[in-house]
């Protein structure tokens, strides 16, 4: 998964919260639009679009961006930073048997999850589905038993970070399992019947997920502050036209310039493949 695309009100605020709290380098700002990352690898571009208003309550669109992190200790970094500058911002936490994560609402309303996953050695498949729970973390335990110190504070040495999952918020599950699944081509590794969907590509516990907890029911999208793209990154241009295809002969309406194909999906959430690490 590529960088997130948010549109925003306040671009600094929203600028400080990634930086300062998730712990995120700015690598750029040009034109009123801010791209923070970590190790030189863009994670969220933050697009000043004040002219848009805030989307309607329960409303399609984003319901969480998942950063994963290489180690426990990266988190705890993180976890750290947001607790001592933005506490009020902290929603939850869960054992997912194959992940630790952390949740949180950025200060446009924006769903954030910082994660670790487990080694793929430690994951459990039964007929094709990845075992998945929901079990409560201690947060302050965590930041007891994984937090160094010595690096709680420092700005500089931040390890890589990038864009683990995007998690939806959709009308319906089987509408999103015929657009994700049959025609974009992800694999489906874990369902919640009529709740939600969790879709993956190579065997990971999932690239995205679905749900309709805050949207059941919800149609397009109207222009609004949140959301603006998801980017996929697909590791050949082969694949890229692959998916293309099977999204025309879906009758999905593409925009393609030869280096990303760009379309809606049923809720008008934008979203973009490419070749992994091409040049944009």
Same mark, same amino acid.
Request: aromatic share 10%.
């Given at each position: ?64 961006? #998942? ?15 947001? !607790? ?5 911002? /902290?929603?939850?936490? #869960? ?19 910082? /994660?670790?996953?487990? @080694? ?38 931040? #390890?890589? !970070? ?15 399992? #015929? ?24 065997? /990971? ?39 293309? @295809? ?35």
């Amino acid at each position: 998964m590529g960088a997130v695309t948010l549109k925003v009100a306040d671009l600094d605020a929203m600028i400080a919260y990634y930086r300062d709290g998730v712990l995120l380098e700015l690598l750029s700002l040009v034109d009123g639009v801010a791209t923070l990352g970590r190790g030189g690898v863009p994670v969220v571009v933050l697009e000043h679009a004040p002219e848009l208003s805030w989307a309607a309550r329960g409303a399609a669109g984003l319901f969480h961006t #998942a950063i994963v992190f290489d180690t426990r200790a990266e988190l705890a970094r993180s976890l750290y930073s947001i !607790a001592r500058r933005y506490p009020g911002t /902290y929603t939850g936490s #869960a054992d997912h048997l194959v992940s630790i994560a952390f949740y949180m609402t950025d200060p446009e309303g924006n769903g954030v999850e910082l /994660y670790w996953d487990r @080694e793929r050695t430690a994951w459990s498949w039964v007929h094709g589905q990845v075992e998945m729970g929901s079990m409560y973390v201690d947060p302050n335990s965590f930041l007891e038993e994984h937090l160094v110190r010595d690096t709680a504070d420092a700005v500089e040495g931040l #390890a890589p !970070a990038s864009v683990g999952h995007v998690h939806l918020s959709v009308g319906d599950v089987d509408t999103a399992r #015929a657009f994700y699944v049959d025609a974009l081509g992800f694999d489906q590794t874990f369902a919640m019947p009529g709740s939600a969907l969790f879709v993956s590509a190579g065997g /990971y516990h999932h690239h995205m997920a679905m749900n309709v907890w805050n949207s059941r029911g919800a149609g397009l999208r109207a222009p609004a502050l949140g959301l603006g793209l998801v980017r996929i990154a697909l590791p050949t241009a082969d694949a890229v036209g692959e998916a293309g @295809e099977r999204l025309a002969f879906a009758g999905v309406s593409l925009a393609d310039d030869g280096r990303t194909v760009r379309f809606d999906d049923p809720w008008a959430n934008r979203i973009e493949l490419s070749v992994e690490g091409a040049p944009r």
